[in-house]
């Protein structure tokens, strides 16, 4: 079935620093989801990104299909932004496998 | 629109009880999936739904773990004799007919198994 890595497990920045998270998969992907998740709490989508790049606010998504990888870059961190970042793949069923996750640390 | 809504959000427990989650996914949603999250880990599918039917339970642990969807709207997830590694959040999701699989997160449902 389809495996979802991501790296690094956990990052520590500085506020103002920039982050770089990856998410590699096993099989082909039709849909690819980056969730945050606060400490304690509920997954929020932050975007969708089969394919191409995708920006919203500080963040920019790229994902290359064909070398099945995907990276989320977060520019400019803030304290906010601390938490875990995790990477969703679906293929060509509604079966959606979810990555360990990022945890990031921004420090004030 | 009102979101994903799950009940109870905390629930504390004995090894040997039994405990329900129900879950109230956003209107029109055809998907409904039921994930496990250990602490510090990422979500583990274990059952998903299109409609009343189910689609792929193979990472439910059948002997003690049960999940229904009777009308194709509301989800029950129960656990029979909890055990302690049961402990976990149980998050339901839905997914629209034609949203490509994005889904939407309830709060959770965060159990402790003592």
């Known amino acids: 079935g389809q495996q979802v890595q991501q790296s690094p497990a956990s990052l520590v920045l500085q506020e103002g620093e920039n982050a770089e998270l990856q998410c590699n998969f096993s099989?082909?992907?039709?849909?690819l989801q980056w969730f945050y998740q606060s400490p304690g709490g509920s997954l929020v989508s932050l975007l969708s990104?089969?394919?191409g790049t995708k920006h919203t606010g500080r963040l920019t998504s790229t994902t290359v299909t064909k070398e099945r990888r995907s990276s989320l870059h977060i520019s400019s961190s803030q304290t906010t932004d601390s938490g875990t970042y995790l990477c969703?793949?679906?293929?060509?069923?509604?079966?959606?496998?979810f990555g360990t996750g990022t945890r990031l640390q921004v420090l004030p | 629109e009102a979101g994903v809504t799950q009940s109870p959000r905390y629930a504390v427990l004995q090894e040997g009880q039994a405990v329900s989650f129900w879950c109230d996914p956003i209107?029109?949603?055809?998907?409904l999936y039921w994930y496990q999250q250990p602490r510090d880990q990422g979500p583990q599918l274990l059952v998903y739904?299109?409609?009343?039917?189910?689609?792929?339970n193979s990472q439910l642990p059948s002997d003690r773990f049960s999940a229904v969807r009777p009308k194709g709207t509301n989800s029950t997830l129960k656990i029979q004799s909890a055990k302690q590694g049961d402990t976990a959040t149980y998050l339901c999701?839905?997914?629209?007919?034609?949203?490509?699989?994005?889904?939407?997160f309830g709060a959770g449902t965060r159990l402790s198994v003592l």
């Open positions: 999701a839905s997914s629209p007919r034609t949203g490509q699989n994005t889904l939407y």
């Open positions: 209107s029109g949603h055809d998907t």
């Open positions: 969703a793949i679906s293929s060509n069923t509604n079966k959606v496998v």
């Open positions: 739904f299109r409609d009343e039917a189910v689609i792929d």
């Open positions: 099989s082909t992907a039709t849909q």
């Open positions: 990104n089969p394919s």
